[in-house]
């Protein structure tokens, strides 16, 4: 496919590399002198000089036949006039932003920029796994689906505590997919057990994550430390 990148930078610049390693063909666009001539130096024909916020410097760069758009500048305005420029002047279907304030996601949402990267939303994704609190995690958001995807861990003394899966009681809507234990996972059965200790991945519509996340909870009060 042909992939127009804005934004030469560190993101950009590998981006670019890795997409025409795969064998795409890829045209990042990049409005500073210094950057642009050092990246094309390797990229050379691939890469073009230009503010990618103006509209002939996209059609130069071949925006109209593009497949796909990426917009990856450290200017999350940009980002967002270029994506929408894309997809409703030149009907680009598939574009994707950078978002480098995760204050900013929300705008990018309700704008219809999907997806959005937030890096920082990504690691804090990443701590939150490491270090889990309430033993809930979500790993997928799926708003125009009006899905996600959770994981929980099981507790012990929870409801799901040794339970099969066809018992574990959670609400219509929500359907678990996979137990992860002792370092690999699984489809589980409906007579697969779960266990303490247990990450069990659900997908469930959204505005169901309470109703699920308490049949892993152990009770209140401590009753099942022992």
């Known amino acids: 496919m042909y992939v127009l990148v804005v934004g030469a930078g560190k993101v950009g ?19 500073d002198p210094g950057r642009y001539a050092t990246v094309e130096e390797e990229l050379e024909h691939s890469a073009q000089y230009g503010d990618g916020s103006e509209l002939w410097v996209l059609e130069r760069a071949g925006i109209e036949r593009a497949d796909m758009v990426i917009a990856v500048t450290g200017d999350d305005e940009d980002n967002i006039l270029i994506c ?19 204050r900013n996601l929300q705008h990018f949402e309700l704008l219809g920029i999907k997806p959005a990267v937030s890096a920082t939303d990504l690691i804090l994704r990443l701590i939150e ?3 889990p609190r309430y033993g809930l995690l979500h790993l997928l958001d799926l708003p125009q689906e009006r899905l996600e995807i959770i994981e929980v861990e099981v507790a012990r003394g929870s409801p799901a505590d040794g339970a099969p899966i066809r018992d574990l009681g959670l609400p219509d809507g929500s359907l678990a997919i996979s137990i992860l234990r002792d370092g690999t996972g ?10 303490p200790g247990d990450e069990v991945l659900v997908v469930l519509d959204m505005g169901l994550e309470d109703k699920v996340s308490d049949r892993f909870k152990a009770p209140e009060g401590g009753a099942a430390a022992a």
Do not use: M
């Open 13 to 31: 610049w590998n981006l670019t590399r890795e997409l025409i390693q795969r064998g795409n063909e890829v045209t990042v666009v990049e409005h």
């Open 129 to 131: 796994h490491e270090v």
């Open 84 to 102: 929408q420029v894309a997809r409703e002047k030149y009907g680009v279907e598939r574009v994707i932003a950078r978002c480098n304030n995760p």
């Open 186 to 195: 699984f489809v589980p059965l409906a007579d697969s057990v779960v266990q």
